[in-house]
């Protein structure tokens, strides 16, 4: 009854919050960016929230938790240091200054303006909508299991449940309404990962804190070594797929663009940190705890081990109902801010990238209505492939890995160095896929080698967009002055006159992106 009441009153929660945010949306730059205006606090909120969901919770932290052991806590540095304080540190300000400037909404819409290629925004936006769908997927997979085992109901009605209850919530809030239930769910989550942490550390089965070394030492003296049994590359692809990763990610790098202003950058930097080292240390001691409550194999599924099922079972036996009705509502909480900015990022893909590209003059309104169709057709492909038996951690891999290996270099490098080219951009891309469609296909989906894979299509394009930039024609000075703000004034502008091969700056033939003509326009009247 404890657990059906949680449920009730999250959902509950979820529709007020839709709500009250349904009425503060007067465009669609309210629905997508909140009018460039979330304050600190709820910006890094709200990005903690989308980093950590049910595929943390119920995939990585079991699986890693329970194979690693306690050199699984070398991950939780990664993403606290990595993944938000160095991730907010060197693209959060730089980001919001850039963007803002420029007018710019989407990962792909920087690509074509920095790089003055409509091809590139094109191709990323059919990347992201279509490989952020395994992502989506594997974070419903993981509540499907959690409600499966607290609950007994079969993980396809689940999904279906939860397949609704996304769309509803984004069709009618948007950026506002995943905000704002952001923070509140967020809340949730530290509370949440508190209770967790001391009721488990508290059974007989572990024994207290200071019995965990000794418990964890008498099952295998490997689990409580600097590195674990998988190994120093298994535990290194993780830190960087896990941390690094998030540099390259539409649905995170989109926290950026939507701050209220670049001192704000700061204390979200902070704020996001704390989040991080709190939820992920929770979530992945949970897991290491795991291996003492299955010492020598997971807990089955239809009649199969399997890792995913580790935390839900811990969940539904070791704590009183009242705490496990708070942890379901925790990893419901996770998974729905994740859900969302997912949703939001690949559908903003479809109808920012390609829609305005095909209809120049649609309205705000229209831009608005279009966009919550996507966000429904984005959540049934998601259902479509959950349903599907592939662990957590390979869908979450392969999806990280295909996106963030093809956006993080080109973003990056692209924010603060002048020489990068579109070939070496191009050249990066290329890598990025190959390394990780044709490395999937040869290891298949379920293998252990899937994160590794994805580690190696994150790093291994950075070097390769510099060093074919470093031998590749260079964009034009006047265009990047423009871009990077140094050095532009309109006499600059009004003397050129060449002709271009399209990457060169041209103004009066239209070879840049009409949202630097207007842009340009603009810095005119001024003058």
């Known amino acids: 009854m404890l657990y059906i009441l949680a449920i009730l009153l999250y959902i509950a929660m979820i529709g007020f919050v839709a709500y009250i945010s349904k009425n503060k949306i007067k465009g669609f730059s309210d629905f997508f960016l909140g009018g460039r205006s979330v304050n600190p606090w709820m910006s890094a909120f709200s990005y903690g929230t989308a980093y950590f969901s049910a595929v943390l919770f119920i995939g990585y932290a079991g699986k890693i938790g329970w194979g690693f052991g306690m050199s699984a806590l070398w991950i939780v540095l990664g993403n606290a240091l990595l993944g938000c304080y160095l991730a907010w540190g060197i693209l959060g300000k730089k980001t919001r200054e850039m963007t803002q400037r420029l007018n710019i909404s989407t990962m792909p819409e920087f690509l074509e303006i920095r790089y003055n290629n409509k091809k590139l925004k094109a191709v990323t936006s059919f990347i992201i909508f279509l490989f952020l769908v395994p992502y989506s997927a594997s974070v419903y997979k993981g509540l499907g299991y959690l409600f499966e085992q607290i609950f007994g109901i079969p993980t396809i009605y689940v999904l279906l449940l939860m397949t609704t209850l996304t769309g509803l919530y984004l069709y009618f809030g948007g950026f506002v309404a995943a905000t704002l239930a952001d923070f509140i769910q967020g809340i949730i989550m530290l509370i949440g990962v508190a209770l967790m942490l001391f009721f488990v550390v508290g059974t007989s089965t572990v024994g207290g804190i200071d019995n965990v070394i000794p418990a964890l030492y008498s099952i295998s003296p490997q689990l409580v070594d600097p590195v674990g049994p998988p190994g120093f590359v298994a535990l290194a692809s993780l830190v960087i797929l896990t941390s690094l990763g998030t540099w390259g990610l539409p649905q995170m790098i989109h926290k950026f663009y939507t701050i209220k202003d670049e001192k704000s950058v700061k204390c979200a930097k902070w704020v996001s940190t704390f989040f991080a080292l709190i939820i992920s240390f929770g979530a992945y001691f949970m897991g290491v705890l795991g291996r003492l409550f299955f010492p020598t194999a997971p807990p089955t599924y239809m009649g199969l081990p399997t890792f995913d099922m580790i935390i839900p079972t811990m969940v539904d036996t070791a704590l009183p109902n009242w705490v496990a009705a708070i942890i379901l509502v925790l990893v419901l909480s996770a998974s729905m801010s994740t859900l969302a900015s997912l949703v939001l990022a690949s559908s903003s893909a479809v109808v920012v990238d390609f829609l305005k590209e ?118 034009d000075k006047r265009y990047l002055d423009y871009i990077y703000d140094t050095g532009f004034n309109s006499e600059n502008k009004n003397n050129d006159n060449r002709n271009g091969n399209g990457n060169d700056f041209n103004l009066e033939n239209h070879e840049i992106p009409e949202k630097v003509n207007i842009r340009y326009k603009k810095i005119d009247n001024k003058e």
């Open 358 to 475: 095909m209809k120049p003059n649609i309205t705000g309104n229209e831009l608005m209505k279009t966009m919550r169709i996507v966000c429904l057709m984005f959540v049934i492909l998601s259902f479509i492939l959950a349903i599907f038996p592939t662990p957590i951690i390979s869908l979450a891999a392969l999806s990280w890995g295909l996106v963030s290996g093809c956006l993080l270099a080109p973003y990056a490098l692209g924010l603060y160095w002048r020489g990068t080219t579109v070939k070496g951009v191009w050249a990066g891309i290329i890598t990025a896929l190959v390394v990780m469609l044709g490395g999937s296909a040869v290891v298949g989906l379920s293998s252990s080698l899937i994160p590794t894979l994805s580690a190696i299509s994150i790093v291994l394009p950075i070097f390769v967009v510099y060093f074919v930039s470093l031998f590749t024609k260079k964009m």
